[in-house]
């Protein structure tokens, strides 16, 4: 279902043709990081620590290197030290400990052998002395005056360092006055959230293979969510120029953030230069869950003041992010996320904290589900004490453009009331609440990113045309980027090829991150478009005769007044005779890219004897500018939705004392499957982002942000009992429910 | 950003000459030294109700506001 503000109609953006890499993917034709076999190819392992904070004493590979197959070996040794205020710093030290281990499972040595059996032997058989040090799993204990230091080459950023600290960042917003609005409030509510740990369970795990040649260039082919930032963290890691380095990029199984970075890249060209053969590593589900980055654990002291007529006036949030061994940004984005109300005072501290976890990573929209969590909780609570119905409450208050986000900037124009009406409106908010059942609603945005992309459009002799881009096809951006250049030249989506070529064959490209694929990519594709609409219609004026400015691009044709129109098929046929091969080649640093809101409401069940809960029925409304292909838009709504649910129910870390992930399996951690659920009912909501020729606003992150919320306020509805810890797992929830 | 009000004083409103974001930078920094170095690291900019990354040579009006915020990322 489609909510659409007034928008041109067009004749291929917002079709649903099938993806171009449709039947490669559904045939297992389409080839992922770990199928590439070379002439060969060594087998790689990696050894990890068994302790969750030690120094590092001594390595002793011998026994390893002596025994049969056994090729080479890797220490921290093997790969330069960067300055702790190097930005790749972290990275570097994540992807091969030097000295000391930050985490359990960090890697401390990896062996290159010719087969997977052989390597493992090899790893198992290097000694690593060590002395454990104290392990800080907690945000409590991370932030106590007497804190063991989590990571010694950690300095606290946004504020003046004063040296060893746990905390990685912080990040304090204010405006008004809130001690004020809070005394002078009629309603405030104060609660306090935790959440713990998630993975971003993509289905693949992370596989690369590395060849180093005599000339010392590596050829690297991985999984990730983009290239060109595996190529110049692989190199930074290794010390090498970005030129030593090609990544082609493999078929992604999925990666929601965890994706954005790199672990077993440089070790495997290290290897495969110091035994002058490709080297393979892939990850097992276990070294997955173990030393990959999930999203960060959470804790949140939240205090919103109301008036009696519904109006919010203040908010108090005191927020801190688990970020693991290391330092991340997730604090700061969790405190830019929050709560997008027109809120006259408002006070956030936000704190980055070190934990001897593994190092997190993004998660789409990262850190915005925890903070929406607790915001939207509240907020339905509010509505309650009030007699308010939580949707026209959040209608009331719901920012426009103009009003000011969290850190201070007015929005953009943004759709946030029309997702909220679009639930309103839908049939599921209008029926009946289930018997026994609980009925919840939630919100959530994220801002969206722009950032870097280039794009080159060949067009071939019979007026085909092929579509170069260097973003690795996610989430379906092979079809958008063919629809949008269909839109734009006037043939038919199958007319084009699009492809995600190696960091060699197209220009820079950043990572897709932030949703900014379709909207960035996409507008450099479209960009180049219409520099070869110009060009096409430059060599029809000269075979027409007449002056460039008096032919128009029309429906793929070049039309100019007293001429038949110039198919494109024409104009390529002659292009030897006209100029040249038909080319053009865009690049961009987008800006604009506009904020996606979305709506979510559930029903649930919750079984009282056994404290499971069961989701009966679920909508999702968000806004996606324009959806350039409908059916991937409703995926990744249906996508974050699950993602968030599972979040919300059942996914957790669960760590022992020495901070060893005791549920290192997809058997023990449970993600929710098809059979959990229901189909996830979605409603695209269109409010065009100007910023972009056709309005597209990018969708892939905000579909987790409000089902963390969705679900607690619908128990809430169903039980009375409102959970302000996750995962509301069966046990937690029963136990809730016995002391109510 | 309120980081960055240890450099201001506490002030979070600036008027300040300048037609680009280095122009504003350096000005800035003229009147509150360390800030422009904060801002050139950790900074994103919001102008005309878009977010540009890496902002440098941005073009600013003489009435135009420009805001300094965290640089943004994703999943």
Excluded at chain 1, 701 to 728: H, Q
Aim: hydrophobic share 40%; proline share 5%.
């Amino acid at each position: 279902m489609t909510a659409t503000e007034n928008r041109p109609t067009y004749k291929y953006v917002g079709t649903r043709p099938v993806r171009h890499d449709g039947y490669d993917k559904v045939t297992g034709k389409a080839r992922f990081a770990a199928d590439l076999m070379l002439p060969g190819q060594l087998t790689g392992a990696m050894v990890r620590s068994p302790h969750g904070h030690a120094k590092i004493l001594s390595i002793d590979a011998s026994a390893a290197l002596a025994m049969p197959g056994v090729k080479a070996v890797v220490t921290g040794e093997d790969f330069p030290t960067l300055d702790p205020t190097d930005p790749n710093h972290d990275v570097s030290v994540n992807v091969m400990a030097r000295g000391e281990v930050y985490y359990h499972g960090h890697v401390v040595a990896a062996v290159a052998a010719t087969t997977k059996a052989e390597a493992q032997a090899a790893a198992a058989a290097i000694q690593v002395e060590y002395e454990l040090l104290p392990v800080v799993l907690s945000i409590d204990e991370a932030m106590a005056d007497d804190a063991p230091i989590v990571n010694s080459t950690n300095f606290t950023r946004f504020v003046e360092s004063t040296g060893e600290s746990n905390l990685g960042t912080v990040n304090k917003f204010d405006r008004g006055d809130v001690d004020a609005a809070m005394s002078d409030a009629d309603i405030v509510i104060e609660r306090e959230f935790n959440t713990v740990e998630v993975h971003q369970g993509y289905i693949e795990p992370h596989a690369c293979t590395a060849d180093t040649g005599a000339d010392g260039k590596t050829t690297v082919w991985c999984s990730s969510q983009g290239h060109f930032a595996v190529r110049s963290l692989t190199a930074a890691v290794l010390g090498w120029e970005n030129a030593r380095v090609k990544v082609t990029p493999a078929e992604i199984g999925g990666g929601f953030g965890g994706k954005t970075t790199i672990y077993l890249e440089p070790v495997a060209a290290r290897l495969s230069e110091k035994t002058g053969r490709p080297v393979k590593f892939a990850m097992s589900r276990e070294e997955v869950l173990r030393a990959t980055g999930p999203a960060p654990g959470s804790k949140i002291k939240l205090k919103v003041g109301a008036n009696n007529d519904g109006e919010l006036v203040a908010l108090d949030c005191w927020m801190a992010y688990a970020t693991g061994g290391f330092m991340s940004f997730a604090a700061m984005t969790g405190a830019m996320s929050i709560a997008s109300y027109k809120l006259p005072n408002l006070k956030i501290d936000a704190y980055g904290v070190l934990t001897n976890m593994p190092k997190s990573a993004a998660y789409r929209a990262p850190s915005a589900p925890q903070a929406a969590f607790a915001v939207e909780a509240v907020i339905d609570e509010i509505a309650e004490r009030l007699g308010r119905d939580p949707l026209d409450l959040r209608l009331q208050n719901a920012a426009v453009e103009g009003d000011l986000t969290a850190m201070g900037m007015p929005h953009p124009k943004i759709g946030f009331v029309e997702t909220l009406e679009a639930i309103k409106n839908s049939e599921h908010y209008n029926s009946a609440v289930p018997d026994g059942a609980g009925r919840g609603v939630a919100t959530g945005f994220w801002f969206n990113i722009g950032e870097q992309s280039s794009a080159t459009v060949n067009l071939n002799e019979d007026g085909t045309a092929t579509v170069i881009t260097g973003s690795p096809d996610i989430g379906g951006s092979r079809a958008s980027m063919a629809l949008m250049a269909a839109e734009e030249l006037g043939i038919d989506v199958y007319s084009i090829t699009p492809i995600v070529a190696d960091t060699e064959s197209v220009g820079f490209t950043d990572v897709t991150e932030g949703s900014r694929a379709t909207f960035a990519t996409g507008m450099a594709v479209v960009n180049a478009c219409r520099d070869l609409i110009t060009d096409l219609c430059g060599r029809a004026a000269k075979v027409m005769g007449v002056e460039a400015e008096a032919v128009q691009w029309v429906d793929g044709a070049a039309v100019s007044d007293g001429h038949d129109p110039l198919p494109l098929a024409a104009l390529t046929k002659q292009a030897k005779r006209t100029g040249g091969p038909l080319t053009a080649t865009a690049s961009l640093n987008a800006a604009g890219a506009g904020p996606s809101f979305a709506c979510h409401l559930a029903d649930v069940m919750v079984d009282e004897e056994t404290g499971q809960t069961t989701v009966l029925r679920y909508t999702a409304a968000q806004d996606a500018g324009t959806a350039i292909h409908p059916s991937y838009v409703e995926g990744q709504m249906q996508g974050g939705s699950v993602q968030g649910i599972g979040w919300a129910l059942n996914e957790e870390y669960i760590f022992d004392d020495d901070g060893a992930m005791e549920n290192a399996s997809f058997l023990d951690y449970r993600l929710p499957v098809a059979s959990d659920l229901p189909m996830i009912e979605t409603i695209i909501v269109e409010v065009p982002n100007p910023a972009h020729p056709y309005g597209v606003r990018g969708v892939g992150e905000t579909g987790i942000v409000p089902p963390l919320a969705t679900i607690a306020n619908a128990i809430a509805s169903a039980t009375g009992v409102r959970m302000t810890s996750l995962p509301m797992s069966p046990p937690k929830l029963l136990a809730a429910l016995n002391e109510r | 950003m309120a980081d960055h009000r240890r450099f201001t004083g506490g002030d979070q409103v600036i008027e300040v000459d300048g037609a680009t974001v280095a122009a504003i930078v350096a000005a800035l920094d003229e009147r509150y030294p360390g800030l422009g170095e904060a801002l050139n690291t950790a900074s994103s900019v919001g102008l005309h109700g878009e977010i540009h990354a890496e902002p440098t040579y941005l073009v600013v009006g003489d009435d135009d506001d420009v805001y300094f915020v965290a640089p943004l990322t994703g999943g």
